[in-house]
Antibody
């Protein structure tokens, strides 16, 4: 059974940093691209960042480019999101999502975690 | 960045009725890399449709997707009580994935 478990969320002051983690199990992690998607309270889905299975391709939404860094450790079956210079508008539930096709960079997201909440406030 | 615009924002229908949701892209979506997701309150999104028209594993055949280029449609042929939710389209044909703003299907 595929499982994606996010952690690392919490309350943080504007301008500070936070690192999110996603622990994956139930599939061959290093075969699949992975993504972070966020959802502000009461709002829609926003793709944040994605990383290919071998870290050779990485993408960021314009809203986080230069502030957030995605990475993965295939030996630990883990995905990360380093978030720096946090702003109030970064407040959201952050989901980890798995690509549906192995060894592909263009794929829908077939499994999602339950999310970790990040609140940016003084 | 490809902007996806969904319409209507809210659809008020009764169980048994047909739902038609629209997703329009600001530029052509390559290879019909267009997906639809369903999200219920307090839950993560669930993949319904990928490649514009292929149903994901376990999705009932009352859900169907169509379209190409810049215009895509999700149709629910006969609404079941569990189908009342928010639906999002997503394009995954560019390195910057984007979602539409969502359509809420509510009970009339």
């Amino acid at each position: 059974e595929v499982q994606l478990v996010e952690s690392g969320g919490g309350l943080v002051q504007p301008g500070r940093s936070l690192r999110l983690s996603c622990a994956a199990s139930g599939f061959t992690f290093d075969d699949y691209a992975m993504h972070w998607v966020r959802q502000a309270p009461g709002k829609g889905l926003e793709w944040v960042s994605g990383i290919s299975w071998n870290s050779g391709s990485i993408g960021y939404a314009d809203s986080v480019k230069g502030r957030f860094t995605i990475s993965r450790d295939n030996a630990k079956n883990s995905l990360y999101l380093q978030m720096n210079s946090l702003r109030a508008e970064d407040t959201a539930l952050y989901y980890c999502a798995k690509d549906g096709y192995s060894s592909s960079w263009f794929s829908p997201f077939d499994y999602w975690g339950q999310g970790t909440l990040v609140t940016v406030s003084s | 960045e490809i902007v996806l615009t969904q319409s209507p924002g809210t659809l008020s229908l009764s169980p048994g009725e047909r739902a038609t949701l629209s997703c329009r892209a600001s530029q052509s979506v390559s290879s019909s890399y267009l997906a639809w997701y369903q999200q219920k309150p307090g839950q993560a999104p669930r993949l319904l449709i990928y490649g514009a028209s292929s149903r994901a594993t376990g999705i009932p055949d009352r859900f169907s997707g169509s379209g190409s280029g810049t215009d895509f449609t999700l149709t629910i042929s006969r609404l079941e009580p569990e189908d009342f939710a928010v639906y999002y389209c997503q394009q995954y044909g560019s390195s910057l994935r984007t979602f539409g703003q969502g359509t809420k299907v509510e009970i009339k």
